[in-house]
């Protein structure tokens, strides 16, 4: 029962956020321009710093070598759901414009805004490094193979390894995750000001991606979305591919208990949340990312107890 209601806390700080979005939205509130710079805020400047004071936090040069050794895992699980649902969205002969999106919502899951708090809620501080692995290897993913497929949404199709790929690819959140990763081998240190003013500011990252998710849903059509088929497929790939792939690593590699345990519950949580707001910094469907958001994120509440 503490399970559930762990659950229940986190899911609906998340919904209140969305909806105050929502609400807003629809007092008129937000001008077009208004949302665009809350996109352009979040994937240029507070999701790139939010990566830097998430890790730098959780992590010191020791802590990055020692833990590295169970990113296998993720990585794995992640480049196993990844290729499942190409092979599903191309049997299914997804539209091109939903495709990536379809792909990127169940390959990757939502690890800062919704997995961290749950699973210090279900693990407590125990397995907040744990969160950063996985979070490492999510990030790495997506903004490599996941930003190829986006971009493909958005009418930029491109070999992997062209030129053209490679600008949207080396984007201020990836560069962003790799300075944090260098300052961490290099085993540098930011100084107090610097970690403090990159912390702030990422804090910020959360409520506006939340507000913009909730601003989208007031602009969507919610029969035309709820009614493609997709969106069911996604909800029961995102709930049980992604964890059953992780669950099936756990015993061939010999991973900490609890760490396993992470993974998994990490595996589970909802499409990631900045998905929408990256789809309309660079071009495409995000208001059907929007509604694949807010969806998982209410089913999430119910499913995440059956990994426990």
Known sequence: MD???????????????????????????FTDSGVALIARMVNYICLPVC???????????????KMAGGAIVPFLSMIGAYCIIKLIAALMKVLRGRRGIFVNSVSFSDIIFIGLPMTIALFGEEGVPYVMVYYMANTTLFWTIGMHELSCDAGREAPLLSLSTLRI???????????????????????????????YIGSMTSPLAMLFVGIAMSRTAWKEIMSDFTMFVVMVAR???????????????????????????????????????????????????????????????GVTPFYM
Do not use: E, Q
């Open 3 to 29: 399970i559930i209601l762990h659950s229940l806390n986190v899911i609906l700080t998340v919904i209140i956020m969305i909806a105050a979005g929502f609400i807003m939205d629809r007092c008129g509130w």
């Open 169 to 199: 690819i080396f984007s201020p959140p990836l560069m962003g995750f790799f300075t944090v990763v260098t300052l961490l081998i290099l085993d540098l240190h930011l100084p107090d000001p610097v970690f403090k003013s990159c912390y």
């Open 239 to 301: 709930y049980l591919i992604s964890p059953m792939i992780a669950i099936l690593l756990l015993p061939v590699f010999n991973i900490d208990a609890t760490m396993g345990r992470v993974f998994v519950i990490l595996a589970a949580m909802p499409v990631m949340t900045n998905l929408s707001i990256i789809l309309k910094t660079y071009g495409g469907d995000y208001k059907y990312a929007a509604m694949l958001v807010t969806v998982s994120t209410c089913l999430a509440a």
């Open 51 to 65: 990566m830097l004071a998430n890790i730098v936090s959780h992590f010191d040069h020791d802590g990055l070598i």
